[in-house]
């Protein structure tokens, strides 16, 4: 089943043509990479995914459904939650309060403490910390904070905007291996990164964007061996 569907989207702001003509598809269960140089337009298809930035033409279908007159809130209430670049927990509010935050666009609250519960279990710091303000964790605790408040929405579709972005080496290990878990239980997700290798290996498709536009697509364990892509952006990792 198709979850997510966009086509010839395109997103601008002011002169700047940030997306163009972009399409991708995404289905019930898959995870799906958009990799792509600084600027190429990753976080701008996220933030059109979720109704952060209005698109000056295309088709967002989430479930069969137009979801491109909804709001951001809406959007949630859908099924789709969204885990920002730079994480953006709000530091003054504490752990538990941050999880708390991401149910509020959720049409059903209920057994919501089994839900905070979960997660604790999932990520053990978060519990220990969780009357202490979000500001006094490290940024990888910031980051596993960031990915609970998401889950908190009972998402069906989890939009990951570089998850691993100025992590230590440890604290990208674990999130890749949360990912994984994630992945394994059958959630959907649409995952950017600059890491173009991690991104690879964590996903089952992905697309290549540059300056904005599709110029590759495929399965991700062929993605790995294109020349094309190992030259412009696997060459400087290894
Ligand atoms: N709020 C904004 N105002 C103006 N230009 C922006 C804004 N956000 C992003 N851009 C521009 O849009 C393009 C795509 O940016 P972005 O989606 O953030 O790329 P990526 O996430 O791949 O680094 C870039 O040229 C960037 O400079
Ligand atoms: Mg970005």
Known sequence: MTLLSIQSLNVNYGYIQALRDVALHLDAGETVAAVGANGAGKSTLLRAVIGAVTP???????AGKDIGTLSAPQRVAEGIAMVPEGRQVFVSLTVEENLLVGM???RDRDNHREDIDRIYERFPNLAERRHFEARVLSGGEQQMLAIGRALMARPRLLLLDEPSLGLSPAYVNRVYALLEDLQRQ???MLLV??????????SNRAYVLELGRVALS???SDLMQSQRLREAYLGRET
């Open 56 to 62: 000056v033409a295309g088709v967002i279908s989430f």
């Open 104 to 106: 509020s666009a959720r």
């Open 186 to 188: 059958g959630m959907s």
């Open 193 to 202: 990164e600059q890491n173009v290798t991690l991104a690879l290996k964590l």
């Open 218 to 220: 495929g399965k991700s």
